[in-house]
């Protein structure tokens, strides 16, 4: 199986940046490791049910963004290091969430349908806390 390790929450002023990190290891049964998956980042705040905030492609050629984070944060992978990120700046109040990486197999680099897929592997989340 994969496993999915997410770190880099804390907390932070409005305005401050944050990186996160999402460092898998293990392969799928299909032998499938961290390259062969699309990646998202999703985020469930107090209270509130979880949401999509970003996805790459499993070779980084493309990305889709919520509208509320567009501009302001950016999703990459490194495939060498088994590991995706989320640069998130300019944050806002309203940012605040445990955030979590998640792995989904596709074969298309349209990423559209992707925050309606199930995925197939969680992390285990981090917290991002956004003071005013």
């Known amino acids: 199986q994969v496993q999915l390790v997410d770190t880099g929450g804390g907390l932070v002023q409005a305005g401050d940046s944050l990186r996160l990190s999402c460092a898998a290891s293990?392969?799928?049964?299909?032998?499938?490791?961290?390259?062969?998956?699309?990646m998202g980042w999703w985020r469930q705040a107090p209270g509130k049910e979880r949401e999509f905030v970003a996805a790459?492609?499993?070779?980084?050629?493309?990305?889709l963004y919520e509208d509320s984070v567009k501009g302001r944060f950016t999703i990459s992978r490194d495939n060498a290091k088994n590991t995706g990120y989320l640069q998130m700046d300019s944050l806002k109040p309203e940012d605040t969430a445990v955030y979590y990486c998640?792995?989904?197999?596709?074969?298309?680099?349209?990423?559209?349908?992707?925050?309606?897929?199930?995925?197939?592997?969680w992390g285990n989340g981090t917290l991002v806390t956004v003071s005013s």
């Open positions: 998640a792995l989904k197999r596709i074969i298309t680099t349209d990423l559209v349908g992707f925050p309606y897929f199930t995925m197939d592997y």
């Open positions: 293990g392969r799928a049964p299909s032998g499938r490791t961290f390259n062969g998956y699309a």
């Open positions: 790459i492609f499993a070779t980084g050629d493309s990305t």
